[in-house]
């Protein structure tokens, strides 16, 4: 391969590999030495090029494909610092209707609040506040926000309605998670059943003296051991577990979503769907990754007409006067 | 719970009847307390609210006892029982205190005539503490 070959294809590989960041955000790998000295190879190769052929060693196109060289070597380098010294990823996990402040981007992070058929329908949104600017919906297509890819992770979540056995709403609190009095499970922790892990969450109902835990079951999961659960096949359930005060265990069920079950004098009702969280992770500055990209362009295009500009000088001096 | 921000509402069921929300007393004092009848400290804590409401009501005070989680019937009851006049709200879904991140029973808020929140309080307050939080806000025009 030759040297240009060579530049050329690394100055591709270094735009791909910094382009990814934005694409495909928040993977440990763009941290990795790996990846950080991938990045800096090209870049020194590049460099290399860019300098051997300033002094037209390689052509006019290899004069003119060091522009394309600056600009390549630009986009490493944004991406090498964005890997080096970027903050790693963040997710901040909010309860709905919460206002989170996320230092990381100098702003606000708007938790939209649910009930049970808007969470049953993956719905909600987180939204970014900054004061004198226009809010923005954040979904799950990462989107650029200065030096940060943000966009939404869905994860399981579930509504809990709690009834005593007159049928009277009981509340509903969460004594292990920072949203006490949140009827919405955000599954923060994990259960280990066999080689498999549940998302896995507890609530409790304080009037009655009730803590329940809940395992989380896909519908893939809970195809394999359901006996009669009413509810579609190819919807997700829960597995509760209600104990007392005393921690002695008075009930055990399975819940399809939305559906009430009666155990230890509750009658509950979980409606399961995904609740988003926000993913912040670092990113290539922008201005110089894009105009980096932009200068390899024109620097290649620059390179591809040497050829014709060659040939029109060499038929100008062979044309018959 | 983040003060200054503005204070969110939501339309819940009142005791007695109808709906209520916090926007609804726009232009006064208002102090939302978080409560539920299984809270022993919320129990404690009523007749301070209640009298807190008699003394200051005439000054542009409005005390909105907002339960968290239970039936009206049995937010009515308790209300009832106890002899409170301001008004009783009764949040099912528990709106209130999950927006306003309260990390416990009782939690007041106290927000602003321009409905901004002013500051929040965990916990079980005596009248003298309640008067002290609002005193200074009732007394400003």
């Not at chain 2, 609210?49 to 308790?78: C, N």
Request: aromatic letters at 8%; charged letters at 15%.
């Amino acid at each position: 391969m030759t040297p240009r070959a060579t530049a050329i294809l690394l100055a591709l590989v270094a735009i791909g590999l910094t382009i990814a960041q934005d694409v495909w955000p928040a993977r440990d790998w763009y941290h990795s030495w790996q990846y950080i000295t991938l990045l800096a190879l090209a870049i020194i190769v590049m460099t290399g090029y860019a300098w051997n052929a300033r002094d037209g060693s390689d052509g006019v196109a290899g004069r003119r494909l060091g522009l394309a060289m600056i600009g390549a070597i630009a986009t490493a380098v944004a991406g090498v610092l964005s890997g080096l010294i970027g903050p790693d990823t963040v997710t901040v996990v909010g309860s709905p209707g919460t206002v989170t402040p996320v230092p990381d981007l100098g702003a606000a992070a708007f938790f939209a609040g649910v009930d049970p058929a808007s969470l049953a329908r993956n719905d909600p949104v987180i939204t970014l506040r900054r004061r004198g600017a226009d809010p923005i919906d954040i979904g799950s297509q990462p989107t650029l926000d200065g030096l940060s890819v943000v966009f939404t992770q869905m994860r399981p979540a579930a509504y809990v309605v709690a009834r005593d056995e007159h049928g009277n709403r009981l509340t509903v609190t969460q004594p292990n998670n920072p949203s006490f009095l949140s009827p919405v499970l955000l599954f923060r922790q994990q259960q280990q059943i066999r080689d498999k892990t549940f998302p896995m969450d507890t609530f409790a109902t304080p009037a009655v003296n009730r803590i329940a835990r809940v395992l989380y079951f896909s519908a893939a999961d809970l195809a394999a051991f359901r006996h009669g659960l009413p509810g579609s096949r190819d919807a997700a359930g829960a597995v509760l577990s209600v104990a007392d005060n005393a921690g002695n265990t008075r009930g055990l069920t399975i819940a399809a979503s939305g559906l009430p079950v009666n155990v230890a004098g509750l009658q509950i009702t979980i409606t399961l769907g995904m609740y988003p969280v926000l993913v912040i992770a670092s990113a290539p500055q922008p201005a110089v990754m894009i105009g980096g990209i932009v200068l390899f362009v024109l620097g290649c295009v620059w390179a591809a007409f040497a050829r014709r500009d060659r040939a029109r000088a060499e038929a100008a001096v062979l044309a018959p006067q | 719970m983040l003060a200054g921000a503005p204070a969110v509402s939501f339309d819940v069921a009142r005791v007695g009847g109808g709906s209520d929300s916090l926007a609804a007393y726009r232009g006064k004092i208002v102090l939302m307390n978080f409560w539920a009848t299984w809270c022993p400290p919320c129990k404690e804590e009523m007749p301070a609210l209640e009298q807190l409401y008699r003394a200051d009501r005439s000054r542009g005070l409005v005390i909105l006892g907002i339960d968290q989680g239970e039936s009206a019937a049995t937010a009515g009851a308790f209300a009832r029982a106890h002899g409170v006049t301001f008004p009783i709200l009764v949040d099912e879904d528990q709106q209130y205190a999950s927006s306003y991140v309260s990390v416990g029973l009782p939690t007041s808020v106290i927000v602003s005539r321009d409905g901004h929140v002013v500051r929040g309080i965990d916990g079980a307050q005596t009248f003298a503490e309640f008067q002290a939080a609002v005193g200074p806000l009732l007394a400003a025009k």
